[in-house]
């Protein structure tokens, strides 16, 4: 079942300005997971954030999470060309143990950056 | 380089006709996972794996098989293949027991008339 959902579905910017999308989904986490797909191709996994964590940075990315609300953020800044893609958020419930790790992602929102 | 291969890439098939689609890592994880992300409905879990000779279906498990017989290894099967298994495909694996990233392999884009 899906339960990330995410806003907006497409997001069009120029190169240097800021992206942010954002992800909710409704059961309990053990955490809260980023990943980035160029047209047609695998995923790739940004950035981690456990459920009692609020902010994690890497780069040019910050992630938020806010567990009463069941949402998270990833603010892109500084955005260039080649951060097009599709965004993914992807939660791992708090019985992944039992589950093979498993990941429900959300339906993705397609960022795109004009130089 | 740490790496999860599919193969093959792109595959074009006809109704019934069975099919394997391999997958293997090279990171000694204990979990993989397949996948298929069809427009409209994101990427849904077919099957998984937790360890050699553990399997368990996903959301998605009609008409697919998988077996682990090595851990590198998760083929995925499609015995009868049908027009509506026209997907995209992608294996994963991961092995950290408390935050389980994802590597994805490449994807197999398979079309079945």
């Known amino acids: 079942s899906q339960q990330g959902e995410e806003d907006p579905q497409a997001l069009s910017i120029q190169e240097g300005e800021n992206a942010t999308m954002n992800c909710s989904y409704k059961?309990?986490?053990?955490?809260l997971q980023w990943y980035r797909q160029n047209s047609g191709r695998g995923l790739v996994h940004l950035i981690l954030?456990?459920?009692?964590?609020r902010e994690k940075h890497s780069g040019r990315l910050r992630v938020t999470l806010d567990t009463s609300k069941k949402s998270s953020s990833l603010l892109i800044t500084a955005s260039r060309a080649a951060d097009t893609a599709s965004y993914f958020c992807?939660?791992?419930?708090?019985?992944?143990?039992?589950?093979?790790?498993?990941?429900?992602f959300g339906q993705g929102t397609e960022l795109s950056v004009k130089p | 380089e740490a790496q999860v291969t599919q193969n093959p890439r792109y595959l074009i098939t006809v109704t019934g006709k069975k099919l394997t689609v391999t997958c293997s890592q090279n990171?000694?994880?204990?979990?993989m996972s397949w996948y298929r992300q069809d427009p409209g409905l994101g990427l849904r879990q077919i099957y998984y794996?937790?360890?050699?000779?553990?399997?368990d279906k996903g959301d998605v498990p009609e008409g697919y098989k998988v077996s682990r017989k090595e851990k590198r290894n998760f083929p995925l099967i499609l015995e009868s293949p049908s027009p509506n298994q026209t997907s995209l495909y992608f294996c994963?694996?991961?092995?950290?027991?408390?935050?389980?990233?994802?590597?994805f392999g490449p994807g197999t884009r398979l079309t079945v008339t």
């Open positions: 992807a939660t791992a419930d708090r019985g992944i143990y039992n589950q093979g790790g498993k990941l429900i």
């Open positions: 994963a694996s991961s092995n950290s027991r408390t935050t389980y990233e994802q590597y």
């Open positions: 059961t309990s986490i053990n955490n």
């Open positions: 954030i456990r459920s009692n964590e």
């Open positions: 990171m000694n994880h204990e979990y």
């Open positions: 794996s937790m360890n050699v000779e553990v399997t």
